[in-house]
């Protein structure tokens, strides 16, 4: 066997298909969330992950579908942290959104996309604007029952409509900090502002004093915070 035989550098392993559609995903998340879906191109997708334009399309087929992909990554890394991977119920759901707001406040990148495309979904023909509008529509269910099932501990019986008013104002309260908190994080203290909010819509609600405590929660990674060297 030659010397340089001996000295050859072995071949890089290349990353397995679940692995690089992750990467694809985060990179993704990145171009969408800092110059929306029409702006952000495929090409700008693919130079952070170190691939080609047909590569990406290779992996998810098409621009669209991989908004959709990033939308559904969104969510997932939202109950990531819960036993279980899915939203709870009742008390629980209202500490689980205190504790996304304060997770949120260090993954930037992932705000900055469900903000963008949120938004964008809301011009005409944008390929976002159904999943957006159910994701709305579940997260009003979710969080109405939440309401209904406090109301029942507590004995409270509540006026037809008021627990899906209470869903809309918690929606509304928590993408309207988050673009504050984008624009302006100093002023924003997104966790503390998120729990008083709800704690405020909760007791107009009941009628009595809510209070929403919770648990430290471990760091999670911001995929959207940086590009890859």
Known sequence: MSEA????APKTKRPTRAHRREEILAAATRVFGSKGYHQGSLVDVAAQVGITHAGVLHHFGSK????WEVLEYRDRVDVQH????????????????????RLNADRRGIVQ??????????TDGHP????????????RGEISQAVLTIAQERDVTLPDGEAERAANSVIALMDGLQ?????DPDAVDLAESTRFAIESILTATLGSP???????????TDPGATTPS
């Open 5 to 8: 035989t001996e000295q050859a």
């Open 179 to 183: 673009l504050q908190w984008l624009l």
């Open 128 to 139: 976002a604007s159904s999943w957006v509008a159910h994701r709305f529509s579940v997260l």
């Open 64 to 67: 669209d579908k991989l908004l």
């Open 113 to 122: 996309a469900y903000a963008v495309l949120t938004g964008e979904s809301v």
């Open 210 to 220: 809510v209070e929403i405590t919770v648990a430290v929660t471990v760091e999670v």
């Open 82 to 101: 819960l036993e279980g991977k899915h939203i709870p119920g009742g008390m629980d759901l209202f500490r689980h959104l205190v504790t996304t707001a």
